[in-house]
């Protein structure tokens, strides 16, 4: 589902070439929960930018659900984002004026799903990430940590993506709250099928995925599953 | 992204900085009024002169001696030294179809005496008696100049109500006597006071029949103007033709040594006057508008800058460039647009509150409201432009990394 072939990343400034990713190859199936672990520098986050279709490569080919989109332009990589993949971000990135309900129609709004539809698929996902019907019309500043990280996976999935990434969905967290909002992921995975890649530079947020990849100056050091 | 959506992103993006979106929404407020306000004054002056000059008989052609040419006054000769017109012109002037009446008149100035020591140096105007009526003026005590004053050569005067104030006070000046360049005339009759325009209302005149004038008063045979009154307005131009052709006969020229105003002429040229000065208030009021736009500008770059992070996140989550583009340009145009809605009714107060202080009659216009609406909508586009461009044009995972 996920084909990741010798992909490079090149960055410069000036005379100065910077490479982040070297010659990357990986292979990610339908429904699997993957961790990419590595210290900070080591090129995780430029990988999930690429993963994530934020951004494309130097060179090599990233296909996703059999098409290549290591070439595509901005709007195209906008329209690969809005169907096909779900953030969950460390800061959390939601709009502090906006209720729940509204902060996880977002997607729907781009996508264009209107009404009943969009409110119905919005209250489905928060359910699914495990947030009570009571706090729906709250904003974000009324509550605590782990519920606003949940109401940011339920946006996430509310485009029913083919993969979720997660970019150190715990940092902000402190380590009781960061094991619920892990346990959630493991129990999207586990229960609804969903493919997760979890970013982080700690070994214990990895170990809840089923398959690590260690990466460390810009290449792969280590692939276990467990 | 539907209409509905963009309307609600833009309400709770302006509803949480309230007092920002005011103060920016006051530029153009006070920009829009004081344009809706300035033109309001200029149709309301527009509309008094209208009003003044149709009063004085809207369906007038006035035919001077002398050619006038459109700018540059009386040339070749002036008016009060051409001679052309002549009593025997009047004869052919009044067998024209379409035509109501006609007045001829001669016009000097001279010394007026009462009996009570009071005099003034006025336009002693020789008609005749279908005068009053083609000049729309109405008596407010006494006889106008009838037919047997005109063949008497008769010593009598109707007074203008200014003249009247003038010689004989508050007192009726009915029966009394005055002098006109020192030859008695009888007071048989006082215009009612017209306020019209210009200095040679017929406020400030005395009349006397126009014989008397001729042969008496001035020493001469012809006539200073002839006014013909139209049976229809709408026959205006197609009379003003048949004049000429038959005072060209009578005069035996080519060339006409005659000129012929109608009021619309003296009302297009006053409302010219009137439109420039409007144009130079709204252009006034305009610089204002544009400084408010700066202000939405300036509102919505920093704006934003402010946003970055949301920007970042609406792009991640699948925003095209143009889903943030009509994002921020919606917010500029709803600030724009609502300082539009409150600066047209601020506008519509100032000049109504004007109008009922009695200061200057204003005219607000439907089109200056729509107009300002346009305007205060292209401002929002304009000025929010380059705003929206940045915010749309933002590399999503830099905005998401921004603190």
Redesign the interface.
């Known amino acids: 589902m996920i084909e990741v072939e010798n992909i490079s990343k090149v960055y410069r400034d000036g005379e100065i070439k910077f490479r982040a990713l070297d010659q990357i190859s990986f292979e990610i199936k339908t429904g699997e929960f993957i961790a990419i672990m590595g210290p900070s520098g080591s090129g995780k986050s430029t990988l999930m930018?690429i993963l994530?279709a934020?951004?494309t490569p130097t060179s090599g080919t990233y296909r996703l659900d059999g098409r290549d989109i290591s070439t595509l332009n901005?709007?195209e990589l906008?329209?690969i984002?809005?169907?096909k993949i779900?953030?969950v971000?460390q800061s959390f990135?939601l709009?502090p004026?906006?209720t729940v309900l509204r902060n996880v129609m977002?997607?729907l709004?781009?996508?264009?799903v209107?009404g009943e539809e969009r409110e119905r698929r919005a209250g489905a996902a928060l359910a699914a990430a495990g947030l009570d019907r009571a706090h729906f019309h709250h904003l974000s500043n009324q509550l605590s940590g782990g519920q606003i990280q949940r109401v940011a996976i339920a946006?996430a999935l509310v485009?029913d993506p083919t993969l979720i990434l997660a970019d150190e969905p715990t940092g902000n967290l402190d380590s009781k709250t960061g094991e619920i909002v892990l346990g959630t992921f493991k129990k999207l995975n586990a229960a609804h099928g969903r493919t997760i890649i979890l970013i982080t530079h700690e070994r214990e947020v990895a170990e809840y995925a089923s398959r690590i990849i260690s990466i460390k100056d810009g290449a792969i050091v280590g692939d276990e599953k467990r | 992204m539907i209409l509905a959506d963009l309307l609600q992103e833009t309400y709770l993006a302006l509803s949480a900085n309230k007092a920002r979106s005011t103060l920016t929404i006051l530029g153009i407020v006070i920009g829009i009024s004081s344009v809706i306000a300035m033109v309001s004054i200029g149709q309301g002056a527009k509309i008094q002169i209208q009003t003044s000059i149709e009063s004085l008989g809207s369906n007038l052609l006035t035919i001077l001696p002398g050619v006038v040419q459109p700018g540059r006054g009386i040339v070749s000769s002036g008016r009060g030294s051409a001679q052309t017109l002549e009593n025997e012109d009047l004869e052919g002037l009044g067998r024209i179809d379409g035509v109501a009446a006609i007045a001829p008149e001669l016009q000097r100035r001279f010394q007026v005496t009462a009996g009570t020591g009071n005099n003034t140096n006025t336009t002693v105007s020789g008609v005749s008696p279908d005068y009053a009526a083609v000049r729309n003026l109405t008596l407010a005590e006494g006889a106008f100049i009838n037919e047997s004053h005109l063949r008497n050569l008769g010593r009598q005067v109707v007074l203008g109500a200014t003249v009247a104030t003038d010689l004989f006070g508050d007192g009726s000046p009915l029966g009394k006597t005055i002098k006109i360049n020192k030859v008695n005339f009888h007071v048989i009759g006082v215009l009612a006071g017209k306020g019209g325009v210009g200095f040679s209302g017929p406020d400030d005149m005395v009349i006397v029949p126009l014989s008397t004038m001729q042969k008496i008063l001035a020493g001469v045979d012809y006539l200073s103007t002839i006014s013909v009154s139209i049976v229809d307005k709408e026959r205006m131009n197609e009379v003003r033709d048949r004049v000429s052709e038959v005072l060209l006969r009578q005069h035996r020229v080519s060339e006409a040594d005659f000129s012929i105003i109608s009021q619309e002429d003296i009302l297009g040229a006053l409302s010219q006057v009137v439109n420039t000065f409007t144009i130079f208030l709204a252009s006034i009021a305009g610089i204002s508008l544009v400084v408010g736009g700066i202000g939405i500008m300036n509102m919505m770059l920093t704006t934003v800058t402010e946003r970055t992070r949301e920007i970042g996140l609406r792009k991640a989550i699948g925003a095209k460039r143009r889903d943030i583009n009509r994002q921020f340009l919606m917010e500029a145009v709803a600030l724009t647009f609502l300082g539009g809605v409150i600066g047209v009714i601020l506008g519509w107060t100032v000049a109504f509150v004007v109008t009922a202080l009695d200061l200057i009659q204003t005219q607000v216009s439907l089109a200056s409201v729509f107009l300002a609406f346009g305007v205060s909508a292209a401002i929002g586009i304009v000025f929010g432009y380059y705003p929206a461009r940045r915010a749309a044009g933002l590399n999503p995972i830099d905005a998401l990394k921004y603190e």
């Not at chain 1, 709004?109 to 264009?112: D, K």
């Open positions: 930018h994530g934020l951004d901005d709007d906008a329209d984002r809005r169907n779900g953030f971000f990135n709009l004026r906006a977002l997607p709004v781009y996508q264009g209107r946006r485009n």
